[in-house]
């Protein structure tokens, strides 16, 4: 991130928007290019769970497409948006996975429950009951269907909605640019699958279709590349109910229309373990799977502009209009 920011001062900008439980900074980094202000942005972060590598690696490797590899499919996307990636959300939890438990999910903030210190002896002393899981401490529907308030699982809620700083830090920068931010794009691993809001219910959110059918396209751009298969639909229906999650919230509290959680590969083979050989194929197709998704948001941009002062199409029609075309 230094050095992309070091070597095109004029497109990159690392921001450190807070510190972690243990003291990390939590960066972001923002591409954009030209003087216009408050461009249409999209956000993407990685690393909210620690044992999730492929992750961080696939948002970084976003990251250099968008500044080093400008190739004409790319010039678009950058001239016409601008970009907020933050790799690693839960940098003591990345940090924690590489040193101590390969398979550490959460963060790494002690325990805040009095109620539970106080029981600590009646617990299994050799359990590690420290942090929260970061996906289940957003502020919307918190501490709902499939999450925990026992501070030793791996499913912890927290205390309270954004009781840790690592959630606290990212959601006040989000709101901060809602107006911008078309879309929001959590990576998680691993499974496969484009995942659309809500986790918390089984109910579909309101505008699903268009979700649904952005999605798609993204999917299919993806798979085109090394004919990799993922998934699309809700949480509840794929895989299991979650609540106070990252993208529940993106969607439902900061309005942004367009919240993916993308579960990167692979199905279970290797699961967290995805071996070293699968970084770079999985880096480029999800870019190639986020290129498209951003294409569209420019087109249907420029379709939204073109219908100013008459009634407003019904958007499942507008995207019908825009395949054709
Ligand atoms: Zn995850």
Redesign the pocket.
Known sequence: MEHLMSSAPHMVDVLTIGKSSEGRPLKVVKVSTGKEMGKPAIWIDGG??GR?WIAPAVALYILKQLVENQLNSNISIIQKLDWYIMPVVNPDGYEYTHVTDRFW?KSRSKTQDAEFEENRMFWDSARECAGVDL?RNWDFHWGEVGSSDNPCSPNYSGLRPFSEPETRAVSDFILDKRDQLKAYITL??YSQMWLIPWGFTKQKVADYEDLLYLGKKAIESLSKVHGTKYTIGTSPALLYPTSGSSDDWAKGKAGIQYSYTVELRDRGTYGFLLPATQIVPTGRETFAGVRTLAKSLINNRELKKSHQGRRRPRIGVQWQQLSDS
């Open positions: 909210m769970h999730e999910r996906n998680h691993s």
